[in-house]
């Protein structure tokens, strides 16, 4: 059964970045498609990035483009998620998650990590 922990969250001002770890033990995460997802107080969860770490095929939210980056060690079985020139509206706690299909819809992950908190202040 693949689990998935998520690290590297926290509290950083608005400008600054962060880069969020994703630890797959189990199974390969280079047989799934990966994405991490981000949920605010109030809100639905939301695709951030998705990936699939054999083809190095990647896909971005429109609201992240050019400032996030998503990448995989498959040596490590880690996923992360650069988050560079973050804004006050990025703050979430962020999921990454495994599935079969390399799309930002939350209905194609069966596997996902208990999240991790990224506050943005301004």
């Known amino acids: 059964q693949l689990q998935l922990v998520e690290s590297g969250g926290g509290l950083v001002q608005s400008g600054g970045s962060l880069r969020l770890s994703c630890a797959a033990s189990?199974?390969?995460?280079?047989?799934?498609?990966v994405a991490w997802f981000r949920q605010a107080p109030g809100k639905e969860r939301e695709g951030v990035s998705c990936a699939t770490t054999r083809s190095d095929v990647t896909n971005y939210a429109d609201s992240v483009k050019g400032r996030f980056t998503i990448s995989s060690d498959n040596a490590k079985n880690t996923v992360y998620l650069q988050m560079n020139d973050l804004r006050p509206e990025d703050t979430a706690v962020y999921y990454c998650?495994?599935?079969?299909?390399?799309?930002?819809?939350?209905?194609?992950?069966?596997?996902w990590g208990q999240g991790t908190q990224v506050t943005v202040s301004s």
């Open positions: 998650a495994a599935g079969w299909a390399n799309m930002l819809l939350a209905s194609y992950y069966k596997h």
């Open positions: 189990g199974s390969n995460l280079d047989r799934y498609a």
